[in-house]
């Protein structure tokens, strides 16, 4: 509601009436359009400048009253009437009047001969008796202002009220950030469209000479004179301290800083990008806190006891996380450490009393950011469980005797079934007259698990049919009897597409799976990869002994995610991270599993990255420099299965740079929506969105070029759909991302060198969500999880996967570009 002029003399900046410069006496008056109610100010006014209430409905332009006397509020006013030459309407649709000369220099740039007033498109409507847009127009509700025809026929018609149009704002041209004058370059929809109504208004309340920026001066100004800009500004400060000058000065000036980065004014966008991106992690963390609540209040009654709480730390790893948030913490969690923090937390966030609702832990957790919360480790306690193993076809004296030494080795209490079993050799074999003995041990042994193999599936499945076990249920190879899952079980289902006994197809296993629980069944499968140029497979498929689930704990894992109470596929995602050192863990830790926590470091003006420079050099001394390296040297706990190189090359290897990525634009506009999107796939799901679960670390190479263009583009810095490796999508399509930097350098994959024979490698937060395994056939979109939601990505592994494949631009943020030789 302020229109502002100017001139080299200023205003009183306590004066609530106009901010800003004000004209010389001797310039031509200029009414200003004021609210209603603020008619005492008119006595506050210089000579030669008039005031019209909105209410009066009076001229907003006129010349000096005859006597040289200023009009007081609401006086009448005689409009001058203006000539086509005089009447412009500019690109973004609002009437352009020009009254007689006025000089209005701003921060030293004379602009003389023109004062303006912009009025919005609904203030024009045909003149009486004219059936087009020919002819006079007069603004609605100031009849004394005439438009000349030539105005009037570019200027939009709107039905917007005449209310409205009295509170809108004038449209100003635009400055940039040094305060040098620039012409209009965008409407005023298009600001809208961009920057969003309620942004807008806010950013025009704040902007008193607008002139399109906001300096730190009409900031503080703002916030003192006006409410809604205090209390949108200052969310987080108490409205009884908002009159506490000193310290709204200092929030203001360190809010200034990180928006503005030392510039003297800020563009809309800059303003606005920084409280969008504020909005979204606040959103985003309340949503993850009312989540964690649930998950504690599990009789659903609104309030939590200090038992439910401890049973919560101990069966969601997300309640452990919040548990441990302000506790160190290591990476097994013992039942005792468990209820000691579920103690602490309890007595902290109920204060006294018997239970705590979701406002406490609100309360507790006022500055609670989801992206502090990372992954801890609950450990499995094997020696508790009890695993009932039906002997025939599982390989304990032939075949494969590896798999019973694997799961007896990892510490399980094991119980063999095997007494009067005989190997189910024919196809209809008739087992029933042996599903007594079995149960008979079921009720003997109490297993947590039933696992069998091979021909003794069909065991298995009997039991299944005959309701004899509900229980989880490990099934080696999927036997012919078996094409429909029991419902309600949790069932992991292995198998190789190389089984040369019980040859299946994906495609018919994923079928079969269907019929099962959705979230409580799982297939653990392996196949052979795309070809590579010389003919060979990178990755071989399992054959019926199923190799690959002898090698990195595999076997143990897999029963671990039959018994899990969050679900087997989940389980066994989250026990990828047990493949990394735990100092690479510690060090990925530090530097976050979030875009929000990596954008926290940024050196460019305001964390925004909006600068022209898109890489910013770190000190080799630094605590970042010193993590990016860890990470980037850092060689999985058991041996990689590609090898390219021999054993001790990657050690010579040096890091002789790392530079910061900061792309602002494809940050808002790309990374930080998809990270979203895959947040909310989880949560739909009904899973937790986990940090370090569902993000993951991984590197990419590519040449000069390509590199150039990931860090620099602000739309989409991986391009999916151009992407392979080398020709050969091995894994489907999608850009390529390995676990470990030794593969990419190794592999050959970062271009030629430079001339000093240094390489560049990119360091990338991948939002990885639930992952399948890769198809070399795959185009397109990958299939579904759940309808209506797919899988996030896909990997070379289920076990222990080295390669990932992303199919959307905004799938990683390449977070750091590494030099080395």
Same mark, same amino acid.
């Given at each position: 509601g302020v229109c502002t002029l100017s001139s080299p003399r200023s205003f009183p900046t306590r004066q609530p009436t106009v901010v800003g410069m004000m004209p010389k006496p001797q310039a031509p008056a200029v009414s200003l359009l004021m609210p209603p109610g603020w008619n005492s100010a008119a006595s506050a006014l210089p000579q030669g400048v008039q005031l019209a209430s909105p209410s009066s409905g009076r001229a907003l332009l006129a010349p000096p009253s005859p006597s040289g006397q200023q009009a007081g509020?609401?006086?009448?006013?005689?409009?001058? /009437? &203006?000539?086509? #030459?005089? !009447? +412009? *309407? $500019?690109?973004? %649709?609002? =009437? /352009? &009047?020009?009254? #007689?000369? !006025? +000089? *209005? $220099?701003?921060? %030293?740039? =004379? /602009?003389?001969?023109?004062?303006?007033?912009?009025?919005p498109p609904a203030a024009v409507a045909p003149a009486p008796g004219s059936p087009s847009c020919a002819g006079n127009h007069s603004p609605v509700g100031f009849p004394n202002v005439v438009v000349s025809p030539t105005a009037a026929l570019s200027v939009p018609h709107s039905n917007v009220s005449p209310a409205a149009v009295a509170r809108r704002p004038p449209k100003s041209p635009q400055r940039s950030g040094?305060?040098?004058?620039?012409?209009?370059?965008?409407?005023?929809?298009?600001?809208?469209?961009?920057?969003?109504?309620?942004?807008?208004?806010?950013?025009?309340?704040?902007?008193?000479?607008?002139?399109?920026?906001?300096?730190?001066?009409?900031?503080?100004?703002?916030?003192?004179?006006?409410?809604?800009?205090?209390?949108?500004?200052?969310?987080?400060?108490?409205?009884?301290?908002?009159?506490?000058?000193?310290s709204n000065f200092d929030a203001i000036d360190e809010l200034f800083e990180a928006m503005g980065g030392g510039k003297q004014r800020l563009k809309y966008k800059d303003f606005v990008a920084h409280f969008k991106r504020k909005a979204a992690e606040a959103s985003s963390n309340m949503e993850e806190l009312k989540a964690i609540y649930s998950l504690m209040d599990s009789d659903d009654n609104g309030c939590v006891s200090k038992l439910e709480l401890y049973e919560a730390v101990k069966r969601h790893p997300k309640v452990a996380q919040l548990a441990f948030l302000r506790r160190s913490s290591s990476h097994g969690l013992d039942e005792e450490e468990m209820f000691d923090a579920a103690k602490h937390l309890f007595e902290a966030v109920a204060r006294g009393k018997k239970r705590f609702?979701?406002?406490?832990?609100?309360?507790?957790?006022?500055?609670?950011?989801?992206?502090?919360?990372?992954?801890?480790?609950?450990?499995?306690?094997?020696?508790?469980?009890?695993?009932?193993?039906?002997?025939?076809?599982?390989?304990?004296?032939?075949?494969?005797?590896?798999?019973?030494?694997?799961?007896?080795?990892?510490?399980?209490?094991?119980?063999?079934c095997w007494e009067g079993l005989p190997i189910p050799e024919q196809p209809n074999f008739d087992v029933m007259p042996y599903l007594h003995r079995i149960r008979a041990d079921i009720d003997a042994f109490q297993p947590d698990v039933i696992a069998c193999g091979s021909k003794g599936g069909s065991y298995l499945v009997a039991l299944w049919a005959h309701g004899f076990w509900r229980g989880a249920s490990l099934l080696i190879n999927s036997?012919?009897?078996?094409?429909?899952?029991?419902?309600?079980?949790?069932?992991?289902?292995?198998?190789?597409?190389?089984?040369?006994?019980?040859?299946?197809?994906?495609?018919?296993?994923?079928?079969?799976?269907?019929?099962?629980?959705?979230?409580?069944?799982?297939?653990?499968?392996?196949?052979?990869?795309?070809?590579?140029?010389?003919?060979?497979?990178?990755?071989?498929?399992?054959?019926?002994?199923?190799?690959?689930?002898?090698?990195?704990?595999?076997?143990?894992?897999?029963?671990?995610?039959?018994?899990?109470?969050?679900?087997?596929?989940?389980?066994?995602?989250?026990?990828?991270?047990?493949?990394?050192?735990?100092?690479?863990?510690?060090?990925?830790?530090?530097?976050?599993?979030?875009?929000?926590?990596?954008?926290?470091?940024?050196?460019?003006?305001?964390?925004?990255?909006?600068?022209?420079?898109?890489?910013?050099?770190?000190?080799?001394?630094?605590?970042?420099?010193?993590?990016?390296?860890?990470?980037?040297?850092?060689?999985?706990?058991?041996g990689a299965a590609y090898t390219l190189s021999p054993p001790g090359t990657w050690e010579r290897v040096q890091v002789r740079k790392v530079e910061?990525?900061?792309?602002?634009?494809?940050?808002?506009?790309?990374?930080?929506?998809?990270?979203?999107?895959?947040?909310?796939?989880?949560?739909?799901?009904?899973?937790?969105?986990?940090?370090?679960?569902h993000t993951t670390w991984g590197f990419h190479g590519a040449d000069a070029a390509a590199i150039d263009s990931i860090v620099s583009n602000p739309v989409a810095g991986f391009q999916p759909l151009a992407s392979g490796t080398r020709g050969a999508a091995l894994w489907g399509s999608g850009t390529y991302f390995a676990r470990d930097a030794r593969y990419v350098a190794d592999g050959g994959f970062c271009?030629?060198?430079?001339?000093?024979?240094?390489?560049?490698?990119?360091?990338?937060l991948m939002m990885s969500g639930m992952p399948c395994l890769g198809d070399p056939k795959q185009r397109g979109v990958l299939p579904f999880r759940q309808q209506p939601h797919r899988y996030h990505c896909a990997v070379d592994c289920l076990s222990s996967p080295e390669i990932y494949i992303m199919q959307h631009a905004g799938a990683a943020h390449a977070a750091y570009l590494i030099t080395f030789s």
């Amino acid at each position: 509601g302020v229109c502002t002029l100017s001139s080299p003399r200023s205003f009183p900046t306590r004066q609530p009436t106009v901010v800003g410069m004000m004209p010389k006496p001797q310039a031509p008056a200029v009414s200003l359009l004021m609210p209603p109610g603020w008619n005492s100010a008119a006595s506050a006014l210089p000579q030669g400048v008039q005031l019209a209430s909105p209410s009066s409905g009076r001229a907003l332009l006129a010349p000096p009253s005859p006597s040289g006397q200023q009009a007081g509020a609401g006086t009448p006013v005689q409009a001058q /009437q &203006l000539s086509p #030459s005089q !009447a +412009r *309407s $500019p690109i973004h %649709g609002h =009437a /352009q &009047l020009v009254a #007689s000369p !006025a +000089r *209005s $220099p701003m921060r %030293g740039q =004379a /602009q003389i001969g023109q004062a303006k007033l912009l009025l919005p498109p609904a203030a024009v409507a045909p003149a009486p008796g004219s059936p087009s847009c020919a002819g006079n127009h007069s603004p609605v509700g100031f009849p004394n202002v005439v438009v000349s025809p030539t105005a009037a026929l570019s200027v939009p018609h709107s039905n917007v009220s005449p209310a409205a149009v009295a509170r809108r704002p004038p449209k100003s041209p635009q400055r940039s950030g040094s305060g040098d004058s620039m012409s209009t370059t965008a409407s005023a929809s298009d600001l809208e469209e961009t920057l969003g109504e309620e942004m807008l208004e806010i950013c025009r309340k704040i902007d008193a000479d607008g002139n399109g920026s906001i300096s730190q001066f009409e900031l503080i100004n703002a916030i003192k004179t006006n409410p809604e800009v205090a209390s949108f500004v200052l969310s987080g400060v108490d409205e009884a301290r908002l009159s506490e000058e000193e310290s709204n000065f200092d929030a203001i000036d360190e809010l200034f800083e990180a928006m503005g980065g030392g510039k003297q004014r800020l563009k809309y966008k800059d303003f606005v990008a920084h409280f969008k991106r504020k909005a979204a992690e606040a959103s985003s963390n309340m949503e993850e806190l009312k989540a964690i609540y649930s998950l504690m209040d599990s009789d659903d009654n609104g309030c939590v006891s200090k038992l439910e709480l401890y049973e919560a730390v101990k069966r969601h790893p997300k309640v452990a996380q919040l548990a441990f948030l302000r506790r160190s913490s290591s990476h097994g969690l013992d039942e005792e450490e468990m209820f000691d923090a579920a103690k602490h937390l309890f007595e902290a966030v109920a204060r006294g009393k018997k239970r705590f609702d979701f406002m406490d832990l609100k309360a507790y957790f006022a500055d609670f950011d989801a992206a502090d919360l990372v992954p801890v480790r609950t450990e499995v306690d094997r020696a508790s469980k009890r695993v009932l193993i039906i002997s025939p076809g599982f390989g304990r004296s032939v075949n494969h005797p590896r798999q019973s030494e694997v799961v007896e080795e990892a510490g399980y209490q094991v119980h063999w079934c095997w007494e009067g079993l005989p190997i189910p050799e024919q196809p209809n074999f008739d087992v029933m007259p042996y599903l007594h003995r079995i149960r008979a041990d079921i009720d003997a042994f109490q297993p947590d698990v039933i696992a069998c193999g091979s021909k003794g599936g069909s065991y298995l499945v009997a039991l299944w049919a005959h309701g004899f076990w509900r229980g989880a249920s490990l099934l080696i190879n999927s036997h012919p009897q078996c094409v429909k899952l029991p419902e309600g079980t949790p069932v992991v289902l292995c198998q190789g597409s190389n089984d040369e006994t019980f040859p299946t197809t994906r495609a018919k296993l994923e079928e079969l799976l269907s019929t099962g629980c959705p979230s409580r069944c799982f297939l653990y499968y392996t196949a052979n990869s795309g070809q590579l140029p010389s003919g060979h497979f990178s990755r071989v498929g399992d054959r019926h002994n199923m190799e690959s689930i002898l090698q990195h704990d595999c076997l143990p894992r897999l029963l671990d995610a039959a018994m899990s109470s969050e679900g087997p596929e989940l389980h066994i995602v989250r026990t990828w991270r047990e493949r990394l050192t735990s100092a690479r863990l510690e060090a990925e830790q530090w530097l976050g599993y979030s875009p929000i926590a990596l954008s926290r470091r940024w050196a460019s003006r305001g964390r925004g990255g909006r600068d022209d420079r898109k890489l910013f050099d770190l000190p080799a001394g630094c605590e970042e420099f010193q993590k990016v390296v860890e990470v980037f040297k850092a060689q999985p706990r058991e041996g990689a299965a590609y090898t390219l190189s021999p054993p001790g090359t990657w050690e010579r290897v040096q890091v002789r740079k790392v530079e910061r990525i900061e792309n602002g634009a494809l940050f808002d506009n790309c990374t930080m929506p998809y990270y979203a999107s895959v947040q909310r796939s989880i949560q739909d799901q009904g899973m937790l969105f986990e940090p370090g679960v569902h993000t993951t670390w991984g590197f990419h190479g590519a040449d000069a070029a390509a590199i150039d263009s990931i860090v620099s583009n602000p739309v989409a810095g991986f391009q999916p759909l151009a992407s392979g490796t080398r020709g050969a999508a091995l894994w489907g399509s999608g850009t390529y991302f390995a676990r470990d930097a030794r593969y990419v350098a190794d592999g050959g994959f970062c271009g030629q060198p430079a001339a000093d024979g240094t390489r560049r490698m990119l360091m990338c937060l991948m939002m990885s969500g639930m992952p399948c395994l890769g198809d070399p056939k795959q185009r397109g979109v990958l299939p579904f999880r759940q309808q209506p939601h797919r899988y996030h990505c896909a990997v070379d592994c289920l076990s222990s996967p080295e390669i990932y494949i992303m199919q959307h631009a905004g799938a990683a943020h390449a977070a750091y570009l590494i030099t080395f030789s």
